[in-house]
Nanobody, 121 residues
Framework: QVQVVESGGGLVQPGGSLRLSCAAS????????MSWYRQAPGKQRELVAV???????NYAESVKGRFTISRDNAKNTVYLQMGSLKPEDTAVYYC???????????????WGQGTQVTVSS
């Protein structure tokens, strides 16, 4: 009943910027940490950025200083602002949300479908 929908991916030139969005909908009682992962062809999925409910953030060393994660709790949405993009940033980007559907339900994790980001000239 919970759906996580990502958008904003596409083709961008090196040095360019792109903003990804991830909106969670359905029966959401409480949202905890939200994260962005990415997976390049032939590679394992890696954590890109994390934002806690209180706003604390953490980034992979490879994107630190270039990417910014943020969230809009009222909209159950997390964003990833990507700047100074490099070809090595090319990957499928996935959103992950830790949430509760009710106060008496355990925490669960929901993945988005992924959105393709291609950095190329």
């Amino acid at each position: 009943q919970v759906q996580v929908v990502e958008s904003g991916g596409g083709l961008v030139q090196p040095g360019g910027s792109l903003r990804l969005s991830c909106a969670a909908s359905g029966s959401i009682f409480s949202m905890d940490v939200m994260s962005w992962y990415r997976q390049a062809p032939g590679k394992q999925r890696e954590l890109v950025a994390v934002i806690a409910s209180g706003g604390t953030t953490n980034y992979a060393e490879s994107v630190k200083g270039r990417f910014t994660i943020s969230r809009d709790n009222a909209k159950n949405t997390v964003y990833l602002q990507m700047g100074s993009l490099k070809p090595e940033d090319t990957a499928v980007y996935y959103c992950y949300a830790r949430l509760k559907t009710a106060s008496n339900r355990p925490w669960q994790g929901n993945w988005g479908q992924g959105t393709q980001v291609t950095v190329s000239s």
